[in-house]
């Protein structure tokens, strides 16, 4: 059974940072792309990150472009999102999810979520 | 505003059907990216329900079907079931933006 878990969320201030993983069992991490969703309270999904299997190709969205940088690591079956700069808009739950395939493709698994809130 | 536009919410009785609506534009679902659907019930985490315009995945009820044309794309469910009350996102790549978009999401109601 596919299980993606995260962790590493909680209360931070305006302009810190913060560093979600992303914990991966049931499939082979290494054969996949990664990607990274938040929600924001009462909110719609926004797409933020996505991450290939070398990690040789990487996008962001916009809104976390050179704040966010999203990482890998294959030999421990784990995925990353070192959070700077928070912005009270980033306050969300953020999801990881398992690519189906490149970037323009979908996510066919989903873990739980962990909630980023930043507030001072 | 979302790249991808979806009605705010839906309702219908039980059994009855119920389509949600995906309006995209020139540069993703008209430039021939594919649409993905998510239902997202309460609490939970989003469950992939749609994907390449118009598959199932396994444990899908075939009450769940979607199609795509040209700059849009439907969800629709038949045989309406209280559990089928969630939220539901359509999903594609916009190459304007570089970038994979949501649409804003629709709420179901079971009346």
């Known amino acids: 059974e596919v299980q993606l878990v995260e962790s590493g969320g909680g209360l931070v201030q305006p302009g810190g940072s913060l560093r979600l993983s992303c914990a991966a069992s049931g499939f082979t991490f290494i054969n996949y792309n990664m990607i990274w969703v938040r929600q924001a309270p009462g909110k719609g999904l926004e797409w933020v990150s996505y991450?290939?299997?070398?990690?040789?190709?990487?996008y962001y969205a916009d809104s976390v472009k050179g704040r966010f940088t999203v990482s890998r690591d294959n030999a421990e079956n784990s995925l990353f999102l070192q959070m700077n700069s928070l912005r009270a808009e980033d306050t969300a739950v953020y999801y990881c999810?398992?690519?189906?395939?490149?970037?323009?493709?979908?996510?066919?698994?989903w873990g739980q979520g962990t909630l980023v809130t930043v507030s001072s | 505003q979302s790249v991808l536009t979806q009605p705010p919410s839906v309702s219908g009785a039980p059994g009855q059907r119920v389509t949600i609506s995906c309006t995209g534009s020139s540069s993703n679902l008209g430039a021939g990216y594919d649409v993905y659907w998510y239902q997202q019930l309460p609490g939970t985490a989003p469950k992939l329900l749609i994907y390449l315009n118009n598959n199932r995945p396994s444990g899908v009820p075939d009450r769940f079907s979607a199609s795509k044309s040209g700059t849009s794309a439907s969800l629709a469910i038949t045989g309406l079931q209280a559990e089928d009350e969630a939220d539901y996102y359509c999903?594609?790549?916009?190459?304007?933006?570089?970038?994979?978009?949501f649409g804003g999401g629709t709420k179901l109601t079971v009346l």
């Open positions: 991450i290939s299997t070398t990690s040789r190709t990487i």
């Open positions: 999810a398992r690519s189906r395939g490149i970037v323009t493709t979908g996510a066919d698994s």
């Open positions: 999903q594609s790549y916009d190459i304007s933006l570089s970038a994979s978009v």
